[in-house]
């Protein structure tokens, strides 16, 4: 899969292109039916299935206060499209200049750079250009001018509910993972790269990989169950999202700590993905850095469990 960032870098070679268009976080089920009718088409009509997405994401950039936590990272986005067998993504830099562009300017100039756009699909709310003036009605209305076939794709429902980022970024934070994994189309994962951390867990007997988690939406503070990929190899993991407060002696930024059972070695620059199964207690103050590890030593030990009852 190419990635690229401007139109006219795409070259497709005389093939048609099939383009799907959104921002795409966390790609869930509707994204990915979204997605999905660009890349049909494309194998359909021998064509290039091209995803033109934005990064950062519009509301880091319109209104910074109010920008949501993503809830994959770029990367991690990236691999799920190569694995929903896309050929190449378009992404455009979003800053204010962009924002200020026209709708209808935006879809001139991608049909033009493009060269050869045989279809655009979106959500049917997708909405997009200056002001966020447009939508699927002018969608058709350029794709008559212009030459090309447009697709409208309804949400999907989870429960009679539409699946939507939003409501996605809900169930993590009110830590409904099963509701997540259901609207993800599979398993809920965490992936980040593993940062130097103090070695405070190294000291009590259970080093852990402190993951970079900035600008992620993270699921409630708390000792998760967990595996975890690192290096090629599945281990079974204890996960703690939260602030230490057994061993920070001052207010301490959110963490998620993994310790992956049964590993020896170092992953510091690694990257790891952290599948949570579920939330086996809340973190906790205890009286010493030794009475914490005594209660890790249980967490484990209940961890283990599950994963062998599994």
Same mark, same amino acid.
């Given at each position: 899969?190419?990635?690229?960032?401007?139109?006219?870098?795409?070259?497709?070679?005389?093939?048609?292109?099939?383009?799907?268009?959104?921002?795409?976080?966390?790609?869930?089920?509707?994204?990915?039916?979204?997605?999905?009718?660009?890349?049909?088409?494309?194998?359909?009509?021998?064509?290039?299935?091209?995803?033109?997405?934005?990064?950062?994401?519009?509301?880091?950039?319109?209104?910074?206060?109010?920008?949501?936590?993503?809830?994959?990272?770029?990367?991690?986005?990236?691999?799920?499209?190569?694995?929903?067998?896309?050929?190449?993504?378009? @992404?455009? #830099?979003?800053?204010? %200049?962009?924002?200020?562009?026209?709708?209808?300017?935006? +879809?001139? =100039?991608?049909?033009?750079? /493009?060269?050869?756009?045989?279809?655009?699909?979106?959500?049917?709310?997708?909405?997009?250009?200056?002001?966020?003036?447009?939508?699927?009605?002018?969608?058709?209305?350029?794709?008559?001018?212009?030459?090309?076939?447009?697709?409208?794709?309804?949400?999907?429902?989870?429960?009679?509910?539409?699946?939507?980022?939003?409501?996605?970024?809900?169930?993590?934070?009110?830590?409904?993972?099963?509701?997540?994994?259901?609207?993800?189309?599979?398993?809920?994962?965490?992936?980040?790269?593993?940062?130097?951390?103090?070695?405070?867990?190294?000291?009590?007997?259970?080093?852990?990989?402190?993951?970079?988690?900035?600008?992620?939406?993270?699921?409630?503070?708390?000792?998760?169950?967990?595996?975890?990929?690192? @290096?090629? #190899?599945?281990?079974? %993991?204890?996960?703690?999202?939260?602030?230490?407060?057994? +061993?920070? =002696?001052?207010?301490?930024? /959110?963490?998620?700590?993994?310790?992956?059972?049964?590993?020896?070695?170092?992953?510091?620059?690694?990257?790891?993905?952290?599948?949570?199964?579920?939330?086996?207690?809340?973190?906790?103050?205890?009286?010493?850095?030794?009475?914490?590890?005594?209660?890790?030593?249980?967490?484990?030990?209940?961890?283990?469990?599950?994963?062998?009852?599994?």
């Amino acid at each position: 899969m190419r990635v690229f960032s401007q139109p006219a870098e795409l070259n497709p070679e005389g093939k048609p292109v099939c383009a799907a268009i959104g921002v795409f976080d966390g790609l869930h089920l509707g994204h990915q039916q979204v997605i999905k009718t660009a890349v049909d088409r494309a194998v359909q009509i021998s064509g290039l299935s091209v995803v033109i997405t934005f990064e950062p994401h519009p509301q880091a950039v319109l209104t910074p206060k109010n920008a949501p936590l993503a809830i994959c990272p770029l990367k991690q986005k990236l691999e799920l499209l190569e694995k929903m067998g896309v050929d190449s993504v378009l @992404l455009l #830099h979003f800053d204010l %200049a962009f924002s200020r562009m026209e709708a209808a300017d935006f +879809i001139k =100039t991608l049909a033009r750079d /493009l060269k050869n756009l045989n279809s655009i699909s979106v959500g049917r709310n997708f909405s997009f250009g200056y002001q966020r003036r447009g939508n699927l009605a002018l969608l058709e209305k350029m794709g008559l001018e212009l030459g090309f076939q447009v697709d409208g794709i309804q949400p999907v429902r989870l429960d009679r509910q539409p699946i939507s980022s939003t409501r996605l970024r809900k169930a993590i934070r009110e830590g409904h993972l099963d509701q997540v994994a259901q609207m993800l189309g599979r398993p809920y994962s965490i992936k980040a790269r593993v940062l130097q951390g103090d070695a405070l867990g190294r000291q009590i007997g259970f080093p852990t990989a402190n993951l970079d988690i900035t600008g992620l939406q993270l699921p409630p503070c708390g000792v998760y169950s967990a595996h975890a990929t690192a @290096l090629g #190899h599945r281990y079974i %993991a204890v996960v703690n999202i939260g602030i230490r407060p057994t +061993i920070s =002696t001052s207010p301490s930024p /959110l963490r998620l700590e993994a310790h992956l059972l049964d590993f020896q070695g170092n992953l510091y620059g690694e990257e790891i993905e952290l599948f949570l199964k579920a939330r086996i207690r809340d973190e906790k103050k205890f009286s010493s850095p030794q009475e914490l590890g005594k209660q890790i030593a249980m967490d484990i030990e209940t961890v283990r469990a599950q994963s062998t009852a599994a």
